[in-house]
């Protein structure tokens, strides 16, 4: 991109401040800074006088899960079929690993934190056993699709290979980047991270399936004959991926997607439920939960809303190749972004400041027909380490890691 059409396309978007230092910089910084231009998509932010309009929900009634009782019932028949399609080379998984280890206070990509007490143990290290437990018991290896994002892209990359992909065969792990987009303040304007670097952050986890076809990986998906994709996050230590009985169990029921789902431990834990939104799957987040769909029962006077989404989906690829065309909601959520100021001097602020602008997974699985909400147990399959201490911590995660016979 030229300085001519970086000018163009700022002023289009009313961001010309981006370009306030271009002549104080180096020919290697200039470069960097219009290559970051023609990389960020600017539209976005052209949603944020509809920010309310787009957290609208449309009516929201129940979805009924495949409940634990039921699926042991039928394990043999739907391990039977998982494994059928993964000895064929039909699944493969997607690890989402975009993100920082900023809130457990690490300055490095989230799956390399080491939660050992007694020795190492990796967040990624335990994700690739979990995954690895599934090819020796299969006899076959599974394509592992590894996100990264621009942030950490070099570092995931090098720390896997020096620790040898913890046992797992590097022809079948392949990566690529999450697209980017920028972080503004709350009247629009883009916040600059550095004199030649837009505060840009990853475009939220509902953007894999672009990178992947953006980053042409759709083209080994469709090589290799991969018929389904196993979509999960970097942080739940505990997660099952290429779980031959879920994948089974979805396989069986003929749907286009399934979730992985745990019963809530209390009607406002914060988690994402599984429901109908007019009349389609989807998935309602903890903040839009109504007392009135919290306290709502179904015909067995349970809970309605009762099974939270754990960010473990199984995707039928050729349902996926249908969204690629369709734009996902965009979420816009307030954050606290670090910034340069008029100074120049770095500011990372202590309360939110502005907004990122995401696309999120579960958005995905309204696009499809039809979805299997797919009940695990949470202390055999949920570790999720969001924080230091407290709930969903390294804290709690090590405790349950304990509780599942895994030795850190």
């Given amino acids: 991109m030229t300085y001519q059409d970086a000018y163009k396309k700022l002023e289009a978007a009313g961001q010309l401040h981006v370009l306030k230092h271009y002549d104080s910089l180096s020919e290697p910084q200039k470069k960097g800074l219009l290559e970051d231009i023609a990389l960020t998509d600017f539209s976005v932010l052209s949603y944020l006088e509809k920010r309310e309009e787009l957290m609208k929900k449309g009516v929201i009634t129940p979805l009924a899960a495949m409940e634990i009782p039921e699926i042991e019932k039928s394990r043999a028949w739907f391990e039977e079929l998982g494994y059928r399609a993964i000895r064929q080379g039909h699944v493969g998984t997607v690890l989402l690993a975009g993100g920082m280890g900023t809130r457990l206070g690490y300055d490095e990509p989230k799956g390399m934190y080491d939660i050992g007490i007694t020795k190492s143990v990796y967040i990624f290290e335990r994700i690739i056993s979990n995954l690895l437990d599934v090819v020796q018991k299969a006899s076959a290896w599974i394509h592992l699709f590894i996100m990264t994002s621009d942030k950490n892209h070099e570092r995931t990359v090098a720390f896997l290979a020096e620790h040898d992909y913890f046992g797992y065969k590097p022809g079948y792990i392949h990566f690529f980047r999450q697209e980017m987009a920028p972080a503004s303040d709350y009247t629009g304007k883009v916040y600059m ?81 599984m429901c109908l939104e007019d009349g389609r799957p989807s998935i309602v987040e903890y903040y839009d939960l109504t007392d ?64 990122k602008y995401e696309t999120l997974v579960l958005d995905m699985v309204h696009m499809m027909d039809s979805c299997l909400p797919y009940e695990v147990d949470r202390e055999h399959e949920f570790a999720p380490i969001k924080n230091m201490t407290g709930i969903d911590s390294v804290e709690t995660a090590r405790v349950l890691c304990g509780k599942n016979g895994i030795i850190l």
Avoid at 304 to 325: C, D, M
Avoid at 326 to 337: A, C, G, Q, Y
Avoid at 338 to 344: A, L, R, S
Wanted: aromatic share 8%; charged share 25%; proline share 6%.
């Fill in 193 to 273: 991270e550095r004199p030649d670097k837009i505060a840009n952050s990853p475009n939220g986890n509902g953007g894999w399936y672009s990178s992947m076809a953006n980053g042409r990986i759709l083209e080994i998906v469709k090589n290799r004959g991969i018929e389904w994709l196993n979509v999960f996050a970097v942080d739940n230590v505990l997660q099952r991926m290429a779980d031959p009985c879920f994948v089974g169990a979805v396989i069986a029921r003929g749907c286009s997607c399934g979730a992985k789902v745990v019963k809530k431990n209390a009607p406002d834990e914060k988690v994402g439920v």
């Fill in 292 to 355: 009135e769909l919290m306290n709502a029962k179904n015909e067995k006077g349970e809970p309605a809303y009762n099974f939270g989404a754990i960010l473990n989906y199984l995707f039928q690829v050729k349902a996926l190749e249908q969204t690629i065309s369709k734009k996902l909601p965009l979420h816009i959520v307030e954050k606290k972004i670090p910034y340069m100021d008029e100074d120049g001097n770095y500011v990372k602020p202590e309360k939110p400041n502005g907004y």
